[in-house]
């Protein structure tokens, strides 16, 4: 009894770490492939870009200039 309830354990043990493996291997493959998709682009001192700032996200305790 005691060999069948060790050797099911192992299975399971075994399981357990091709499951972490495969996962990690997933995890990996999404990185590269959502890295690819990233934009990069770095502002210059010529660039103009426009910012929205709205009252309700600025903390109560603040200097309000809006």
Known sequence: M???AEFFARIVHNLHVEI???TQASKE????RADLYKYHDAL???DYFIIQIKLEWCPLETNHKL
């Open 20 to 22: 972490i493996k495969h």
């Open 2 to 4: 005691a060999n069948s």
């Open 44 to 46: 210059n001192v010529e």
């Open 29 to 32: 493959q999404y990185k590269i």
